[in-house]
T-cell receptor, first 114, second 114 residues
Framework: DAGVIQSPRHEVTEMGQEVTLRCKPISGHNSLFWYRQTMMRGLELLIY????????DSGMPEDRFSAKMPNASFSTLKIQPSEPRDSAVYFCASSFSGGNYGYTFGSGTRLTVV | AQTVTQSQPEMSVQEAETVTLSCTYD???????LFWYKQPPSRQMILVIRQEAYKQQNATENRFSVNFQKAAKSFSLKISDSQLGDAAMYFC???????????FGKGTKLTVNP
């Protein structure tokens, strides 16, 4: 398996633009997580899905952020409109049956909003 | 809510020596899991080692081992025979049993000196 695949690896956009981050989880994993990493706040869980259904989105910072998982092999995290304070590394991770054996992370997307 | 504290923002070790990274956590739960993740400059989050709270035996993975002190709520990582490739950020993480939300500490940056 190729692991968790995220795209793009880097994204630079102007303030006010829409940004879409993409994630393909490991085949067979039934949970998917979106994390944001910043120097100030560390790793924060934004939202997670179980069997394609959003379970907990309490970490989503505001309505500008939205996430979808239309099927078991694809998820998106969208920011509209983007702001400079959204600049961070965004990680997608997947796990099987609750994460007791840990998550497998993607390589992350470094987002810069100018 | 569970919290994870890594009190050492930075550590350094000489190549071939042993280093111990500290982690403490706060929980009232009895069923949980603990993890150490490594994040090298490539940004990839890599699972290093995992410990189940109900197991008294400390987990080991090659040169990596943990000292799990349940009563003290301490979970330190020992790296033996340190190698240049061990240089990275190391994150301690907590997962409550039955939950899927992995909570991370702020990380410790490990430098390995040749």
């Amino acid at each position: 398996d190729a692991g968790v695949i995220q795209s793009p690896r880097h994204e630079v956009t102007e303030m006010g633009q829409e940004v879409t981050l993409r994630c393909k989880p490991i085949s067979g994993h039934n949970s998917l997580f979106w994390y944001r990493q910043t120097m100030m706040r560390g790793l924060e869980l934004l939202i997670y899905f179980n069997n394609n259904v959003p379970i907990d989105d309490s970490g989503m910072p505001e309505d500008r952020f939205s996430a979808k998982m239309p099927n078991a092999s694809f998820s998106t995290l969208k920011i509209q409109p983007s702001e400079p304070r959204d600049s961070a590394v965004y990680f997608c991770a997947s796990s099987f049956s609750g994460g007791n054996y840990g998550y497998t992370f993607g390589s992350g997307t470094r987002l810069t909003v100018v | 809510a569970q919290t994870v504290t890594q009190s050492q923002p930075e550590m350094s070790v000489q190549e071939a020596e042993t280093v111990t990274l500290s982690c403490t956590y706060d929980t009232s739960e009895s069923d949980y899991y603990l993890f150490w993740y490594k994040q090298p400059p490539s940004r990839q989050m890599i699972l290093v080692i995992r410990q189940e709270a109900y197991k008294q035996q400390n987990a080991t993975e090659n040169r990596f081992s943990v000292n799990f002190q349940k009563a003290a709520k301490s979970f330190s990582l020992k790296i033996s025979d340190s190698q240049l490739g061990d240089a990275a950020m190391y994150f301690c993480a907590f997962l409550r049993g039955g939950s899927e939300k992995l909570v991370f500490g702020k990380g410790t940056k490990l430098t390995v000196n040749p």
